[in-house]
């Protein structure tokens, strides 16, 4: 009895966790499709808001920024990042303690911090290098905070790997180039996708960074949000939001039965 009791506990736990992470989604879901621009009130079913989000230019434009912006950082940091994360691996004793702390201070550092930081980095390069606040200092900051998720993410697939795997294949003939191109990053792929796409959801999702070092001009849609707050929310966006809620989703259920398929295949 107290074991059904424990399960049932668990059960409704789990289900509270679940209901309040996905409720405040599935309310933005409905009301995109609600006729009133209140989301007070319920007007009945439209699809007004998605064709007016084709023709919101703001919105397209933060939208274009936005995922321009988190494709390029992305993977200039994962390029970054890889090649980072095999060099603090092969590193030993106090320098490899050393890189990893500093590794763990972006990450652990408030966002209003790296900011802020940026910023001040920004106006003082101006008065060298004639930088101006704009695209190039929002995907330079974006590429600087992507970078250490990366390496998080590659480093623990080269920790999995056998301690003699490259030395087996330099005393096979092998070239180093051709060792890490063909041996090294195949065994670690796993965890270049993942800081990859840890990467580019860190700058669709960032607001405080890219405030701080954004210029005229140039806007994502966290701080195009952002600014329509004050004015109240455009259904526009809850229509928007939904698309990519559905993208994400259609993404995952793809690379999970994906999977399931290369598994299934392997096993037979």
Known sequence: MLRKLEKIGTKAYIGLIFFFLYAP????IVFSFNDSKSM???NGFTLKWYSELLNNDRILTALYYTLGIALVSSIIATIIGTISAIGIHKSKGFRK???LNINYIPVLNPDIVTGISLMCLFIFLRGFMNISFGLLTMLLAHITFNIPYVILSVLPKLKQLPLNLEDAALDLGATPSYAMRKIILPQIKPGIISGFLIAFTMSIDDFVISFFTTGPGVTNLSIEIYSMAR???KP?????STIMFLLVLILLLFI???DSIVRSGSIE
């Open 97 to 99: 303690k050393l890189l």
């Open 231 to 233: 004015r109240g929310i």
């Open 25 to 28: 989604i599935a309310v933005l």
């Open 40 to 42: 007070a009130t319920w």
């Open 256 to 258: 999970n039965k994906k």
């Open 236 to 240: 526009e966006i809850n229509a928007l």
